[in-house]
């Protein structure tokens, strides 16, 4: 019985991978198919814009991911891949901006069993305005992913 929705679960999560990479197939997906991805250990936070670049509209933002969430171990560490792709969308849903970046997580088990996590940082431009921000953070060999939704408004 629990495998059962197995090869449904798979078939939403490409299509939800797709959407992300097509604004059009975006619009197809249900609005709560988020809720679904919680499968990497990773918080979000929305950061201040600061003194720094304070003249440069954007939402900078930070990304924690716990290490034992990841392929790998305390004994051998962990070694990964991880994609993160975000939208940022408009009010009318179109998109205003699209990160797709892949990069190489390497933490030795030292760093692991002192509770040392992974941090990805970035910003995305974009005028001032009010916007709905969609990221995914997916563990390229294992396909797990963790999904963050959030409606933001970036100030002048």
Same mark, same amino acid.
Do not use: C
């Given at each position: 019985?629990?495998?059962?929705?197995?090869?449904?679960?798979?078939?939403?999560?490409?299509?939800?991978?797709?959407?992300?990479?097509?604004? +059009?197939?975006?619009?197809?997906?249900?609005?709560?198919?988020?809720? #679904?991805?919680?499968?990497?250990?990773?918080?979000?936070?929305?950061?201040?814009?600061?003194? #720094?670049?304070?003249? %440069?509209?954007?939402?900078?933002?930070?990304?924690?991911?716990?290490?034992?969430?990841?392929?790998?171990?305390?004994?051998?560490?962990?070694?990964?891949?991880?994609?993160?792709?975000?939208?940022?969308?408009?009010?009318?849903?179109?998109?205003?901006? #699209?990160?797709?970046?892949?990069?190489?997580?390497?933490?030795?088990?030292?760093?692991?069993?002192?509770?040392?996590?992974?941090?990805?940082?970035?910003?995305?431009?974009?005028?001032?305005? +009010?916007?709905?921000?969609?990221?995914?953070?997916?563990?390229?060999? %294992?396909? #797990?992913?963790?999904?963050?939704?959030?409606?933001?408004?970036?100030?002048?």
């Amino acid at each position: 019985g629990l495998f059962k929705k197995f090869p449904d679960q798979l078939r939403s999560k490409r299509q939800f991978i797709a959407a992300l990479f097509d604004t +059009e197939a975006l619009r197809n997906l249900p609005s709560q198919m988020n809720v #679904r991805y919680n499968e990497i250990g990773a918080e979000i936070d929305l950061l201040n814009r600061g003194a #720094r670049n304070a003249s %440069t509209p954007g939402l900078p933002f930070r990304v924690k991911i716990s290490p034992y969430s990841l392929q790998g171990n305390r004994t051998e560490g962990v070694r990964t891949q991880l994609g993160i792709i975000g939208l940022l969308l408009d009010s009318e849903g179109n998109e205003v901006v #699209r990160l797709r970046e892949i990069f190489r997580a390497h933490l030795g088990a030292k760093e692991v069993r002192e509770g040392r996590g992974i941090i990805y940082t970035n910003r995305l431009f974009a005028p001032p305005g +009010e916007y709905d921000f969609k990221l995914a953070v997916l563990e390229i060999p %294992t396909w #797990r992913m963790t999904v963050f939704q959030n409606s933001v408004r970036i100030a002048r």
